[in-house]
């Protein structure tokens, strides 16, 4: 499965973007799918997951407090993947990238596609 993030930019602090990330391939609607971001000079971190049936998702409770402000969704007829982020803050600034775990939940995300970037100023 190939994987293309889009919507990045640059917003100002309180605003919204939402990334979209397009999967090709007919076997997305089984597929594990999540959201991971990088900051510069920081290790890339877990920001949320969905499960291949929408049905089970996480965010991190570590990745400065994304939950409450991002959502995670998925259109299984559309091979696409949101993250919809609300009241942005600067330390949200990263490149963001959305990832596929092809195999069971035990394994890791494998299928990575390009990252887009986040620039929220202050």
């Known amino acids: 499965v190939q994987l293309q993030a889009s919507g990045g930019g640059l917003v100002q602090a309180g605003g919204s973007l939402r990334l979209s990330c397009a999967a090709s391939?007919?076997?997305?609607?089984?597929?594990?799918m999540g959201w991971f971001r990088q900051a510069p000079g920081k290790e890339r971190e877990f920001v949320a997951t969905?499960?291949?049936?929408?049905?089970?998702?996480?965010?991190?409770r570590y990745t400065d407090s994304v939950k409450g402000r991002f959502t995670i969704s998925r259109d299984n007829a559309k091979n696409t993947v949101y993250l919809q982020m609300n009241s942005l803050k600067p330390e949200d600034t990263a490149v963001y990238y959305c990832?596929?775990?092809?195999?069971?939940?035990?394994?890791?995300?494998?299928?990575w596609g390009r990252g887009t970037l986040v620039t929220v100023s202050s």
């Open positions: 391939g007919r076997t997305f609607s089984s597929y594990d």
């Open positions: 990832a596929a775990r092809t195999g069971p939940v035990s394994r890791p995300y494998d299928c």
């Open positions: 969905i499960s291949w049936s929408g049905g089970g998702i996480y965010y991190s």
